[in-house]
């Protein structure tokens, strides 16, 4: 059974940092490209960053590009959103999200991602 939990959320004010991490279980980690995506109140929820299976490639959004940094460790099998200058537009549920293995390219839309985690809360406060 696969499970992606993340953790790391909270309330920070603006111009501050987070870092979200991702635990993933039940599959092969090194195998799956990973995505973070986020959902604000009455919005759809919208790709974030993602990166290979192997770490060496990173796409983000650009509305995160120079703030949002995404990285993985394949050893402990986790997956980190670190996030800095943040600001009150960056309010959502953050989600982790693995595609469907096969060491595939790094995907930046919903529907190529087939395992999603909870996802944790981010509040920025101006």
């Known amino acids: 059974q696969v499970q992606l939990v993340e953790s790391g959320g909270g309330l920070v004010q603006a111009g501050g940092s987070l870092s979200l991490s991702c635990a993933a279980s039940?599959?092969?980690?090194?195998?799956?490209?990973m995505g973070w995506f986020r959902q604000a109140p009455g919005k759809e929820r919208e790709f974030v960053a993602a990166?290979?299976?192997?770490?060496?490639?990173?796409r983000s959004a650009d509305s995160v590009k120079g703030r949002f940094t995404i990285s993985r460790d394949n050893a402990k099998n986790t997956v980190r959103l670190q996030m800095n200058s943040l600001k009150p537009e960056d309010t959502a549920v953050y989600y982790c999200?693995?595609?469907?293995?096969?060491?595939?390219?790094?995907?930046?839309?919903?529907?190529?991602?087939?395992?999603w985690g909870q996802g944790t809360q981010v509040t920025v406060s101006s």
């Open positions: 990166i290979n299976w192997s770490g060496n490639n990173g």
């Open positions: 999200a693995a595609d469907r293995g096969g060491r595939q390219p790094v995907w930046i839309t919903l529907r190529d991602y087939y395992y």
């Open positions: 039940g599959l092969a980690f090194n195998n799956y490209a």
